[in-house]
């Protein structure tokens, strides 16, 4: 809760709740823009307030958006050194209808409203049953009520709240929330990643709200034997369409593994999910304190913590072995930490040759040899892998075919998208790993903590001693 409700305020569609600078930027856009948030606070339980995001009089070409936190002080609510008045809501209303200065070249001038994907709690039922129940957090089942009157199914996603401060990292939660959102926001209806229905920015921690699959994992899947081999080609190619799209749309992954694939009852569905470590730009380093899932790490992410879409493509092979090894932990015999030596070391690579299901023989090769290319520079991209699986494809029973004819056509609709968008912005490349992309502005109040995403607070269950 913040220091003293304002629902009065919060009724507002101007106030969003929770938003970090990145999403602030997303929606004001012109001089005098503005919307009232929350602080994101510095730790989970901590205080956080309300605060005005407004941008300023334009003196450059460049768009500065200025945070003006509200403070209560005796004689009511005010800005720094303005007037007090009876509660945030009537300090907003003044500004808002005088459109006097609260700064220099500052006036509170067009309210925004919130986006379609800022859910209110109101417009979400919740069922006791829950999904999934993780170290960290859990996922439970819903319903989103449509404006027009229409019931959803959703998944929603809760991270605990009730962690140590330090050892499992409960802080920065409205962080992690909100760049998981947004990272699926931008990677946006794809057959074969998780659609995001919104997020509930009004709680602390956020709820994540995902259009629900009903069926398991794909790693869950697997290990119950109920995939017959017959399907798991067309996950494969499901996965590798899901995670070009991701690529495409500037984001790294972090986390492709079978665990990380949504699979529905008939398999028809085959969904990319779990953004929690998702990052924005075409590499990432993170810190040397977060654990990292070993067995599905590229070398150079063991060595150096960096991540690219490269290294997405070696957890993708992994994730093939994980198919055609019936869900079993990769390098079965090795604890996750001695993969490293496993790999950097003895230099040796993840073995097909004593899979459980035969792997058709193309793709052993080009596994080994492209995928699990030791240096970057050198592994092929998403988009290589695509059209060499379309070739294998070919290869195949035409039941096998037939059943891929919808993925195929999405791979190639987020393909044309991608085209057509790169004409009119400057064309990001697969194979880069270094240049970043380019981002809104990122302004700084001397009154508001800085609410950057930070490395994502979270370890991951699948792999905890990793
Ligand atoms: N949209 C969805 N529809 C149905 N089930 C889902 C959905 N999203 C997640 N789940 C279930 O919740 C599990 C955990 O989801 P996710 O991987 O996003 O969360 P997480 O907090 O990272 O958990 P973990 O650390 O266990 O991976 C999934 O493996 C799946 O079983
Ligand atoms: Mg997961």
Redesign the pocket.
């Known amino acids: 809760m913040p220091l003293r409700v304002d629902s009065q305020l919060e009724a507002e569609n101007y106030f969003h709740g929770f938003l970090d600078t990145d999403d602030v930027n997303e929606i004001l856009q012109k001089s005098g823009d503005f919307l009232v948030r929350y602080t994101v606070p510095i730790s989970h339980g901590a205080d956080y307030n309300y605060v005005v995001s407004v941008v300023a009089k334009p003196t450059t070409k460049e768009k500065v958006v200025k945070d003006f936190a509200i403070m209560e002080k005796d004689k009511g609510f005010m800005f720094e050194d303005g007037i007090p008045m009876s509660s945030v809501f009537e300090l907003i209303s003044r500004y808002k209808n005088s459109k006097k200065p609260i700064a220099d070249g500052i006036a509170l001038i067009s309210p925004k409203r919130r986006k379609k994907w800022e859910l209110r709690m109101s417009s979400l039922e919740l069922e006791a049953t829950r999904?999934?129940e993780?170290?960290?957090?859990h996922?439970l089942k819903g319903f989103l009520k449509s404006p027009t009157g229409e019931k959803i199914p959703v998944?929603v996603?809760q991270?605990k709240t009730n962690l140590p401060p330090d050892g499992n990292l409960a802080n920065d939660l409205v962080n992690q929330m909100l760049c998981e959102a947004r990272a699926l926001r931008q990677t946006a209806s794809h057959l074969n990643v998780?659609s995001l229905q919104g997020i509930v920015t009004e709680l602390n921690p956020p709820l994540l709200v995902?259009?629900?699959?009903?069926g398991?994992?794909l790693a869950k899947a697997l290990r119950s034997q109920i995939v017959s081999d017959q399907h798991r080609l067309p996950i494969i190619i499901g996965v590798a369409s899901g995670l070009s799209h991701i690529h495409l749309n500037g984001i790294v992954h972090r986390d492709i593994s079978a665990?990380?694939v949504?699979l529905s009852h008939d398999f028809t569905k085959i969904k990319i999910?779990?953004f929690?470590l998702a990052r924005i730009g075409p590499s990432y380093t993170a810190k040397s304190t977060r654990p990292i899932p070993y067995k599905w790490m590229a070398p150079e992410t063991l060595m150096k913590r960096v991540f690219s879409f490269k290294t997405d493509v070696w957890s993708f092979g992994v994730l093939v072995w994980e198919v055609y090894n019936d869900g079993a932990d990769p390098y079965t015999f090795l604890k996750p930490q001695e993969t490293r030596v496993f790999l950097l070391e003895k230099r040796e690579k993840l073995g097909f040759n004593h899979a459980v299901i035969e792997c058709p023989q193309g793709l052993v090769d080009f596994i080994t040899k492209s995928i699990f290319e030791f240096s970057p520079e050198k592994r092929c991209n998403i988009i290589t892998v695509c059209e060499k699986l379309k070739e294998i494809l070919s290869e195949q029973d035409p039941t096998v075919q037939q059943r891929c004819i919808p993925i195929l056509m999405e791979m190639n609709r987020s393909r044309q998208t991608a085209v057509a968008s790169s004409r009119t912005r400057k064309s990001q490349s697969l194979d880069d790993n270094r240049r970043k992309t380019s981002r809104g502005t990122k302004p700084k109040s001397p009154h508001v903590r800085s609410a950057r995403s930070k490395e994502k607070k979270?370890s991951?269950?699948?792999s905890p001693d990793s």
Do not use: T
């Open positions: 999904l999934s993780g170290n960290f957090g996922v998944a996603k991270p998780i995902m259009d629900l699959v009903e398991s994992d665990q990380n949504l999910c779990d929690g979270n991951k269950p699948r």
